[in-house]
């Protein structure tokens, strides 16, 4: 299987994750103060997202880093 560019796999765990929290990028981007067009951009894969704004995803959609980082997308 072909490995998925680490930039569009964390786009798309974040897409989910804010799915199942039924969070639009807007609300979910005021919630942590980041701009909604950076926030389509990461879960695009089109910004290479940093750890500390990986944090704040993470707890604007109450989820743990560890839990941000278990599933499919990130099984080796």
Known sequence: MEQIDIRVRMGLRIKELRAD???????????????????????????????????????GLGVSMDEFFSGELFDH
């Open 21 to 59: 929290a039924n969070l639009s990028q807007d609300k979910l981007a005021y919630a942590i103060d980041i701009s909604r067009s950076y926030l389509a951009e990461v879960e695009t894969g089109k910004r290479n997202v940093s750890i500390v704004n990986i944090e704040r995803i993470c707890n």
